[in-house]
């Protein structure tokens, strides 16, 4: 069951935003429900691929986690002419800054809030990059939301090689669930598992007999346009201590004109029936110039439909004093280089 997301939490959203007047609550919640199950069901259809290579790998004795890893990264290599091919199909591109440059067998990304060029060989942030500095040294749990077929959590367990650590991976995809389960139904003396869990509706209670939790989100909690309004306040209400990172393309959110225009078209193409020809996804044309890292980071999220709170959400627990932000590093990278994602991470203990 999904929780409503009404004109109460928009208010507690962007109530200093002038965008209320006209929404049908009732309507948005309804297509909302109906595009959450849409993309529920295209990423089971996508982890149910890994599924069944990891299980192939299973059946042939590869059951190491680092040896998963290491074949499941080098099997799923993208091309980029100079922008990553799957995305470069989906968009208007004018290479701007980028035009007169030679491209030969580069790629275009997005890093540290600027477009560079760089060699295919670079090799994207993991989670050990990124969160294992962050992982309290007496965590007892370590749970990932959306975590989908478990490569950050494996990663994290293989990296960390910590054995006083339960693992838990917290996905809507059965397939997902099922192909966590097969990575760690080897990993002698590992505990881990998974669960089925939404952020729409998201229930806690499964950290209670835990001591110090240490929670993420990787490029998922995009999925969900609104965030319940309290949503980081019932994971740091989980356990006495808890820690939480994100890794999500939220920085465009730092910007109040962007988000009142993004938050503007999202509801206008879901509820205020806008033809899809006329859709801002269909007729923007990204240019590759720095000053427009941002209006091409909030068009995709409009395009996309991605979170457009999750700023707001930890703004608010750090402002009333409920958690400590213990990180912020906007637009660290994107390997698509109009969705690069930012990290945060807040503490309470
Ligand atoms: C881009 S994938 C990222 C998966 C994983 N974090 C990773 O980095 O490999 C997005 C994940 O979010 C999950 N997801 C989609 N909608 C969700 C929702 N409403 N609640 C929780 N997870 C969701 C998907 O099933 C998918 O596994």
Not at 113 to 135: C, N
């Amino acid at each position: 069951m999904t929780a409503t997301y009404d004109r109460d939490d928009f208010l507690t959203d962007f109530g200093d935003l002038p965008l209320t007047a006209n929404i049908d609550f009732g309507l948005l919640h309804a297509v909302l429900e109906a595009s959450r199950d849409l993309k529920e069901k295209k990423y089971d259809h996508a982890w149910s691929t890994r599924l069944r290579r990891l299980t192939e790998l299973h059946d042939n004795g590869v059951t190491d986690i680092a040896t998963i890893l290491s074949v499941m990264t080098r099997e799923s290599t993208s091309r980029y002419t100079p922008v990553v091919d799957d995305i470069a199909q989906q968009i208007n591109i004018d290479l701007g800054d980028f035009a007169a440059q030679d491209l030969g067998g580069k790629k275009l990304v997005a890093s540290h809030g600027r477009y560079v060029l760089t060699d295919h060989t670079q090799r994207l942030p993991t989670a050990m990059d990124l969160l294992a500095p962050l992982v309290p040294s007496d965590a007892d749990v370590v749970v990932e939301f959306g975590g989908g077929w478990g490569r950050n959590l494996a990663g994290l367990c293989h990296g960390l090689g910590r054995r006083d650590i339960t693992y838990i991976n917290c996905e809507p995809s059965p397939s997902g669930r099922a192909a966590f389960d097969t990575i760690f139904s080897h990993a002698g003396g590992v505990r881990a598992r998974s669960r089925e869990f939404r952020f729409e509706s998201p229930d806690m209670g499964f950290l209670g007999e835990f001591s110090s939790v240490f929670a993420f989100s990787w490029a998922a909690i995009e999925q969900t346009p609104f965030l319940p309004v309290d949503f980081v306040d019932r994971i740091l209400g989980a356990a006495g201590s808890v820690t939480f990172a994100m890794y999500e393309p939220v920085g465009w959110q730092q910007f109040t004109n962007i988000t009142q225009f993004v938050l503007f078209k999202i509801l206008e193409e879901l509820v205020g029936g806008v033809a899809e020809a006329d859709h801002h996804g269909r007729r923007y044309v990204y240019r590759f110039a720095d000053a427009l890292f941002h209006d091409n980071a909030a068009s995709w999220a409009v395009a996309c439909r991605y979170n457009t709170n999750l700023l707001r959400c930890v703004r608010r627990v750090v402002e009333a004093g409920r958690a400590r932000l213990i990180g912020i590093q906007y637009d660290l990278h994107g390997d698509n280089p109009v969705n690069p994602y930012t990290l945060l991470a807040v503490t309470k203990d």
